[in-house]
């Protein structure tokens, strides 16, 4: 699987606050920018995990929506691949962030908005929907996940990526135990780990994909709090060579199951709407 690099523009002055923003994430999760080396090695396994699951599951050209897609730079990656890619974000300006960014030649569809307020020409229109990073942003994880079900074709797969409710450093209520997730929606749809509402757990993400009739595919846990720079941990991460730490990442993610699901910050789950099956909109 080849995959292309990401291009970080030059800031300009007179950009929109939320291009500085994509901006600067993508000098730290593209660039690998120092403080946060940590963030950005968490970054690169989650990225290394989602394309190879595009891979597997998305044989030949699919219909691919990357939700919630920000700077683009999953985008991007999976439309190098040779599949129909569909941006999507609330924040519409950035479609002109990821277009600055995207190469000579790539095409790619954007859609801007809402896109959850499943219109008939996007439903069951998606052989993958990748949904990075969005789901602990959401006040209603339940109806988030009925919703992707509604996007994607009976047989298809949704790839959600999102912190491990599990990881012993994870101090969020769980969403299983909150009697009204409403309290929640002011708080909802902010970037970065402040809007971070429900960190799912193992059990709930299982729980509330069977509720929205999808069939949990694999669920893995990975990224260890040396990996993640936790517990001061990111002083020696610039030291240490980067074949020891992919081992120790390996090693974690191997551990019995109870164990891994306290010492890996992050998982990655791939669901799959079973063939027949209608949608639970």
């Keep these: 699987m080849t995959v292309i690099a990401t291009t970080i523009p030059t800031l300009a002055p007179n950009w929109p606050d939320s291009w500085k923003l994509s901006h600067h994430f993508d000098r730290i999760e593209v660039g690998g920018e120092q403080p946060r080396i940590g963030y950005a090695r968490m970054y690169s396994e989650r990225r290394r995990r989602v394309l190879a699951a595009v891979a597997q599951l998305a044989g030949g050209p699919a219909d691919i929506l990357d939700i919630a897609a920000a700077q683009g730079n999953f ?3 999976v439309a190098a691949m040779g599949h129909r890619v ?15 960014k995207m190469p000579a030649g790539l095409e790619m569809a954007f859609v801007p908005g809402n896109i959850l307020e499943v219109e008939a020409e996007y439903q069951s229109r998606f052989d993958v929907v990748m949904a990075l990073e969005v789901i602990e942003h959401v006040a209603h994880p339940d109806a988030f996940l009925r919703a992707l079900s509604a996007l994607v074709k009976p047989g298809g797969h949704i790839i959600v990526s999102t912190p ?14 909150c009697p009204d997730a409403s309290i929640f929606e002011d708080a909802q749809f ?3 780990s402040d809007g971070h509402i429900f960190l799912l757990h193992e ?4 729980d509330q994909a ?8 694999r669920h ?28 120790l990442e390996w090693l974690t993610a191997h551990l019995p199951r109870a164990l891994s699901r306290k010492v890996n910050a992050a998982s990655l789950t791939i669901l799959q709407r079973p063939r027949g099956g209608a949608a639970r909109a």
């Design 210 to 217: 069977a509720l929205a009739g999808l069939n949990v595919v």
């Design 220 to 247: 893995d846990l990975f990224n260890n709090p040396l990996t993640c720079g936790h517990m001061k941990s990111g002083r020696l991460l610039p030291w240490l060579p980067d074949a020891l730490v992919r081992a």
């Design 164 to 177: 491990n409710g599990g990881y012993v450093m994870n101090n969020l209520p769980r969403f299983s135990d």
């Design 203 to 206: 059990d709930e993400m299982r």
């Design 75 to 77: 985008s991007i990656a």
């Design 86 to 100: 569909t941006w999507n974000d609330f924040r519409g300006e950035l479609a002109d962030y990821v277009r600055l």
């Design 190 to 192: 902010k970037p970065d």
